[in-house]
């Protein structure tokens, strides 16, 4: 089992930079696929980023491409989120999640929340206009 803690979420403003990082305990670690999503109130969790158990292919929702980059340390057991650029409509709760395998293989299932088995308890992230 792998228990995901986030960390590093925090108020900045538009235009700066946040860096989520997500803790997993757990001896498994590099055996799974990781992801993020972000949660606003009144809405789904959405997909975020996610990347691979080696973290040689990673995946990113349209709406963060070029600005987000997700990473993972697989001897410390940790995996990032760097957030640049950030915006407004970035406010949200950002979630850590451990995927139910290594690889997905495709994109429409590193989005998808059911292929994720462990969940962090989330991080707020506020981005100020």
């Known amino acids: 089992q792998v228990q995901p803690v986030e960390s590093g979420g925090g108020l900045v403003q538009a235009g700066g930079s946040l860096r989520l990082s997500c803790a997993a305990s757990?001896?498994?670690?590099?055996?799974?696929?990781m992801g993020w999503f972000r949660q606003t109130p009144g809405k789904e969790r959405e997909f975020v980023a996610a990347?691979?158990?080696?973290?040689?292919?990673?995946y990113y929702t349209d709406s963060v491409k070029g600005r987000f980059t997700i990473s993972r340390d697989n001897v410390k057991n940790t995996t990032y989120l760097q957030m640049n650029s950030l915006k407004p409509e970035d406010t949200a709760v950002y979630y850590c999640?451990?995927?139910?395998?290594?690889?997905?293989?495709?994109?429409?299932?590193?989005?998808?929340?059911?292929?994720?088995?462990?969940w962090g308890q989330g991080t707020q992230v506020t981005v100020s206009s």
């Open positions: 999640a451990v995927a139910s395998s290594g690889y997905l293989i495709r994109y429409s299932a590193y989005a998808d929340r059911q292929n994720y088995n462990y």
């Open positions: 757990g001896h498994t670690f590099s055996s799974y696929a």
């Open positions: 990347i691979n158990k080696s973290g040689g292919s990673t």
